[in-house]
């Protein structure tokens, strides 16, 4: 009896040690890179350039020198100006189109409304990289090339088919009895929506919000393919094209800005991951 | 004074008439869900056929219009050397990544089932190469692996893998960048497929786990003949997801090799970033860039097929 307690303490040690050892290697992999980041943002040039130091350590006392530099020589807090704007726009541009549609897809349109918010799914499926050439010359030919509204114009097409699929699924789940209810209480039915529906949605929406947020801070190849003017950029595409001193990379301060500009976006989408995660895996659900 | 009077009343009894019209179910639905289909229509799917005719045309950033040449683009991009090596590419990082990721992520989302102490955290540090931009996380790599004070060269030092004081130039040989775009797309496609597959494998009917372990049913039973089979369409659905996206991807060979050392790393995306938005091709450019439709149309249908057998709702 004790004897096959004892075996069981074993193996179960054995099967939390053998767990903690297969997560540690794969956290390892995964947040290495920005550990690496977040080092060498604090190191000193003659300990970084220095192949005899130990790279995991710092051999010189930490500088704050790149943060510093980041901060008054670059255009970093410019860009970061920029994405926060973009940002913040197309938020507002996806709520104000996604809303209504993911609300009427899901209460009004039946079999229809299926079929439309499945393909609007297919258009999120559609990458930049096939469209951003005919869409350079959209934005030229609208003279928006160079600005951030180039931006703002185009990144809706990624926030709006996802959020209005997300914001279905949402609408989806809140009984429309409630609203009928709204409705033979004498509410219009904007009245109705605004202040049973609405309400209930919320969690959907902040997801939305966050998600849209986000996907503007990550995107790269329409910013690249849109915006020369380096003042204008975001700092997605800012930091990995025009962080360098003079022709050479400067690895502390491109560190410390890619790490700095990185963390917040990631811990935003962190948030709302599980959401996306249950946006692909309804996909199908809904025939 | 009485005209304008006038005029305003038969205004204010279509208004009326209009508010009742749009309180109808069959007018309204449609007028909400019509800015969205509208501006997606406008800057999608107008865009795409706007591409397909920049295709059949000669048209350069200097001459944007250009002149109707048929297929002579495509004919002319498939005997490039160039194009053949970043069609080839394309679909070499992106079978070895998705191979990798299906692997590992099996691996990693069985060791994260179940709740133990500190999960929240662990999943953190696992999507941050999902949830953070990826152009600034690949600079990461970049500093990681570096021409000559790449931490991996130390390490290798320190093992005696590498004799000391030799570089490896992890992007400045052809093989070895190649294998290090991959490793950056396994890196950064691996936390999406483990956090769909997690959500399979919480799903998976537990009574029927335990009733195949009451009968005797071992490990790699279970897994061969259960789980695995059980989780097929959500696995799919997660692979083809990520190819997808690694097969469309240019911020990853864009910032690691910007397609070098010669070309060897090139992709489509990438190539067409090159001769349409940099060299002002525009019209090769989106021919290069059309080769990713078919293979973006087939994993969509089957994306949605698999997800319609899938259901962890």
Not at chain 2, 42 to 63: E, K, M, R
Not at chain 2, 99 to 127: E, H, P, Q, T, W
Not at chain 2, 141 to 151: E, K, P, Q, T, Y
Not at chain 2, 157 to 178: D, I, R, V, Y
Request: aromatic fraction near 14%; glycine fraction near 8%.
């Amino acid at each position: 009896m004790a004897d096959r307690r004892r075996r069981g303490d074993w193996r179960r040690g054995l099967r939390i040690g053998g767990r903690a050892l297969i997560l540690g290697a794969f956290c390892t992999f995964t947040a290495f890179p920005f550990a690496w980041m977040l080092i060498t943002a604090f190191k000193r040039n003659s300990d970084l350039y220095n192949p005899v130091n130990n790279p995991f350590w710092f051999n010189e006392p930490p500088t704050l020198e790149h943060l510093e530099y980041v901060f008054t020589k670059t255009l970093f807090a410019n860009w970061i100006a920029n994405t926060a704007l973009v940002g913040v726009a197309v938020v507002g541009i996806t709520l104000l189109l996604a809303l209504p549609a993911g609300y009427s897809l899901s209460r009004f349109l039946g079999a229809w409304g299926a079929r439309l918010g499945v393909g609007m799914f297919l258009v999120y499926l559609v990458p930049p990289t096939l469209l951003f050439i005919p869409l350079a010359r959209v934005v030229s030919e609208l003279r928006l090339h160079n600005t951030l509204w180039s931006l703002i114009l185009i990144y809706p097409t990624i926030t709006v088919p996802f959020a209005t699929w997300l914001l279905m699924g949402f609408f989806k789940s809140i009984p429309p009895e409630l609203e009928e209810q709204a409705l033979v209480d004498g509410y219009s039915r904007m009245g109705a929506f605004l202040r049973v529906t609405l309400p209930l949605a919320v969690p959907g929406i902040i997801a939305v919000v966050i998600f849209s947020f986000t996907i503007s801070a990550q995107e790269f190849v329409y910013a690249l393919s849109f915006v020369t003017n380096v003042a204008r950029k975001t700092v997605s595409v800012g930091v990995p094209a025009d962080m360098v001193r003079g022709d050479i990379f400067d690895w502390g301060p491109l560190m410390a800005s890619a790490f700095l500009a990185s963390v917040p976006v990631a811990v935003l989408y962190y948030f709302v991951m599980d959401k996306f995660v249950r946006g692909f895996t309804t996909a199908g659900a809904i025939r | 004074m009485r005209s304008s009077t006038a005029a305003v009343r038969p205004l204010t009894g279509v208004l009326a008439r209009g508010g009742r019209w749009l309180r109808r179910e069959r007018v309204l639905a449609p007028l909400l869900v019509l800015p969205a289909f509208g501006y997606v229509a406008l800057l999608v799917g107008l865009p795409f056929l706007y591409a397909l005719y920049l295709s059949l045309t000669d048209a350069t950033t200097g001459n944007p219009y250009g002149a109707f040449i048929g297929l002579r683009n495509f004919s002319e991009v498939v005997q490039d050397r160039v194009f053949r090596a970043a069609l080839k590419n394309t679909f070499v990082f992106t079978l070895s990544a998705q191979g990798a990721v299906i692997l590992l992520s099996n691996i990693l989302a069985r060791a994260l089932s179940g709740d133990f102490r500190g999960k929240g955290f662990v999943l953190f540090l696992l999507l941050l190469p999902w949830v953070a931009p990826v152009s600034l996380s690949t600079i990461g790599w970049l500093w990681i692996l570096h021409a000559r004070f790449s931490v991996l060269d130390w390490v290798g030092w320190q093992l005696g893998l590498l004799p000391h004081g030799q570089n490896t130039f992890w992007l400045g040989k052809p093989n070895l960048a190649m294998f290090s775009v991959v490793m950056v797309h396994v890196w950064r496609m691996l936390p999406f497929a483990t956090v769909v597959l997690l959500a399979g494998l919480t799903a998976l009917p537990r009574d029927l786990l335990d009733q195949a372990e009451v009968d005797g049913a071992g490990f790699w039973r279970k897994l061969v003949q259960i789980e695995l089979p059980l989780l097929l369409p959500i696995m799919s659905v997660a692979v083809l997801f990520g190819t997808i996206f690694t097969f469309t991807d240019m911020a990853v060979v864009y910032v690691l090799t910007r397609g070098g050392p010669f070309d060897t790393t090139q992709v489509l995306s990438s190539l067409a970033f090159f001769k349409g938005i940099v060299g002002g091709n525009l019209s090769v450019g989106a021919a290069i860039s059309l080769f990713l439709f078919p293979v973006l149309l087939v994993a969509a249908v089957l994306i949605l097929r698999a997800a319609r057998r899938a259901e962890v709702t």
